[in-house]
């Protein structure tokens, strides 16, 4: 097994984990926001698909999904209390955006050389390109947590 085997697994992984936390949401509950100032399933969907994106993009991936315009305004992050989150659009649709966007950047991944994983990264708390693409993968975890609360709020069961 190589370090690129291992990254993509965990963002291979990372995704599955994410899908059991919102497969079972209804649209109205996936635009839900615990409390005031928290972020929506769709939001926390919507950032990660992004990042993924730009990070795929940034390792020199192609045929990238189109963003629907106007989207990634919608999701920048703010260091803010969140405001109103209803309209951020399908969560199907957040979630093949997603989906998409990590299948690119695992993709990716695989194809970062051995050199390449010991380069620069701009990733907080990573010394270098591979630390920091295994980064990511806990970045999906991290809100994963969020997710949890959301679901807890709504009454739902906890993911096992």
Same mark, same amino acid.
């Given at each position: 097994? +190589?370090?690129?085997?291992?990254?993509?697994?965990?963002?291979?992984?990372?995704?599955?984990?994410?899908?059991?936390?919102?497969?079972?949401?209804?649209?109205?509950?996936?635009?839900?926001?615990?409390?005031?100032?928290?972020?929506?399933?769709?939001?926390?969907?919507?950032?990660?698909?992004? $990042?993924?994106? %730009? $990070?795929?993009?940034?390792?020199?991936?192609?045929?990238?999904?189109?963003?629907?315009?106007?989207?990634?305004? %919608?999701?920048?992050? +703010?260091?803010? *209390?969140?405001?109103?989150?209803?309209?951020?659009?399908?969560?199907?649709?957040?979630?093949?955006?997603?989906?998409?966007? +990590?299948?690119?950047?695992?993709?990716?991944?695989?194809?970062?050389?051995?050199?390449?994983?010991?380069? *620069?990264?701009?990733? *907080?708390?990573?010394?270098?390109?591979?630390?920091?693409?295994?980064?990511? =993968?806990?970045?999906?975890?991290?809100? =994963?947590?969020?997710?949890? +609360?959301?679901?807890?709020?709504?009454?739902?069961?906890?993911?096992?």
């Amino acid at each position: 097994m +190589t370090p690129n085997d291992l990254i993509a697994g965990g963002h291979r992984m990372a995704k599955q984990f994410l899908h059991r936390m919102v497969d079972d949401l209804s649209p109205a509950e996936f635009r839900h926001q615990p409390v005031p100032g928290a972020n929506s399933a769709a939001w926390v969907v919507g950032h990660l698909a992004l $990042t993924a994106r %730009r $990070t795929a993009e940034r390792l020199g991936a192609t045929d990238l999904p189109a963003v629907p315009p106007g989207l990634a305004d %919608r999701l920048t992050v +703010t260091k803010q *209390p969140a405001g109103d989150q209803a309209d951020l659009g399908d969560p199907a649709g957040l979630l093949r955006l997603f989906d998409a966007c +990590t299948d690119k950047l695992i993709e990716a991944a695989r194809a970062v050389s051995a050199d390449g994983l010991g380069g *620069p990264t701009t990733a *907080p708390f990573a010394t270098n390109l591979g630390e920091g693409l295994l980064f990511l =993968s806990l970045h999906v975890a991290m809100h =994963s947590g969020q997710l949890s +609360t959301i679901r807890r709020s709504l009454g739902k069961p906890p993911v096992a």
